[in-house]
């Protein structure tokens, strides 16, 4: 038998232990491998050429401080079983594993209203199956269905292992060092009272910290203009491929890509089976930065466009707006493009508008609550002196507009 005690060295807390024989075959399987070829950020090393992360990274890293935070929970004298501490590690680890190419950027345009959290239920229950059963316990954790709610709370919430780790790995990848928090701290102030996750007050600054720096990143790092052109790009490219295909066009392709190309599915269809998931299962990165490569060729002169342009970073111009652009401002855009080339015909394709949202703490889906030395439970926005955190509940929403700053030859 194989020795399956191994070692990770991670660049942000250093050598990270495999917690046993059966997380180290499914870290084995292919579905996980898989996440080594998909980066965490997607098209955010456009803007900082270091954030080459990939999902596998962020999800051994999770799986890391779900272990510290499990232990430290015991260490307040809070049992957890060794099947319970098994099964949070897995979910943890396996919570991303249903994203596609590019992780956020194309997941609602390979599968049409689909998120990656329903692909990771099936793919959980795929998993379940080839492995005897074996992740019941960690399902029954990820769907929120296990007793002891802290658990799934520790996995998904407004303070959980997901967001320690990526605001950290994605940190330190992009160089942004305002977006530091200190997770280590807030992972050992961690407390439980009536089966639900509260923060210490020694920690309370900490908090507001990782709730700033939350905003933070995704303002300067996740909703950047640059980032947001090139996703742009890419998900009008794949729309323009979907296009061509279903039109009757022969667009070289992989099997995998292809095949999503051809049909315009969604998880909820009474159509989607396992051969599709098995084809999800087969998509990454790759597939797509090979078809660009290809379509560069293409006789379709949008797609070739659209290819060499993010090809050779020729990114489109950004415009933002806290409100929405006018009808007649983006008639005076694709006129403007008109105006400057023969072959118009396809050109409202290329000016794209659409909104972005950011709310770095959503108390509609869990508070953030402090345990203070009296007892007393206080939801962080009424427990820190910080006007700002309250404010932080609000979303905040903006407008783009996306367009061509050259024009198809």
């Known amino acids: ?38 980066k965490q950020l997607g098209l955010a090393d456009f803007t ?19 272990g510290m935070a499990i232990e430290n929970l015991r260490s307040k004298g809070h049992f957890i079983s060794e099947q319970e501490a098994e099964a949070a590690q897995i979910a943890i680890l396996l919570h991303d594993i249903g994203h596609g190419p590019f992780s956020h950027t ?24 080839f492995f005897g059963n074996r992740l019941s316990l960690a399902i029954e954790i990820f769907e929120n269905r296990y007793p002891r709610k802290f658990l799934h709370q520790l996995i998904s919430s407004q303070l959980d292992i997901d967001r320690l780790d990526y605001l950290q790995r ?21 407390e439980i009272v009536n089966d639900q996750i509260v923060v210490e007050e020694k920690a309370i600054y900490s908090i507001e910290n990782f709730l700033s720096a939350r905003r933070l990143m995704y303002w300067q790092v996740y909703l950047h203009k640059t980032v947001l052109s090139a996703e742009t790009m890419v998900i009008q490219i794949i729309k323009r491929a979907q296009f061509l295909v279903q039109q009757g066009q022969q667009i070289t392709a992989t099997d995998a890509l292809s095949f999503f190309l051809n049909k315009t599915i969604q998880v909820e269809d009474s159509v989607f089976d396992n051969d599709m998931l098995e084809q999800f299962l087969s998509l990454d990165d790759y597939d797509v930065w090979a078809a660009i490569k290809f379509w560069t060729k293409s006789d379709d002169k949008v797609l070739s466009y659209l290819c060499q ?24 855009k694709i006129e403007e493009l008109k105006n400057n080339n023969q072959k118009n015909e396809y050109l409202e394709e290329l000016v794209v508008t659409g909104e972005i949202s950011n709310a770095a703490y959503n108390t509609n889906n869990h508070q953030i609550n402090i345990l203070k030395r009296n007892g007393d439970i206080m939801e962080i926005a009424e427990a820190s002196d910080l006007a700002n955190i309250q404010a932080l509940n609000r979303i905040v929403k903006k407008y783009y507009l996306c367009y061509p700053k050259t024009i198809i030859s």
Not at 58 to 66: S, V
Not at 106 to 129: A, Y
Not at 321 to 330: A, H, Q, R
């Open 106 to 129: 194309l997941e609602f345009t390979i599968l049409k209203n689909t998120n990656h959290e329903q692909l990771t239920l099936l793919i959980l229950k795929k998993l379940n199956n």
């Open 309 to 332: 342009s993010i090809l050779n970073r020729k990114l489109f111009k950004v415009e933002i707006s806290p409100i929405p652009f006018e009808k007649t401002y983006l008639q005076s």
């Open 1 to 38: 038998m194989s020795n399956k005690k191994k070692i990770f060295n991670d660049p942000i807390y250093g050598f990270i232990t495999i917690p046993s024989p059966f997380i180290f075959d499914i870290i084995e399987h292919p579905y996980f491998q898989r996440l080594r070829r998909i």
């Open 48 to 66: 900082y050429p270091g954030a080459l992360h990939t999902r596998f990274h962020h999800a051994l890293g999770a799986m890391h401080l779900m």
């Open 170 to 190: 994605d940190c330190f990848f992009t160089g942004v060092s305002e977006g530091t928090i200190g997770a280590d701290r807030i992972i050992k102030m961690l």
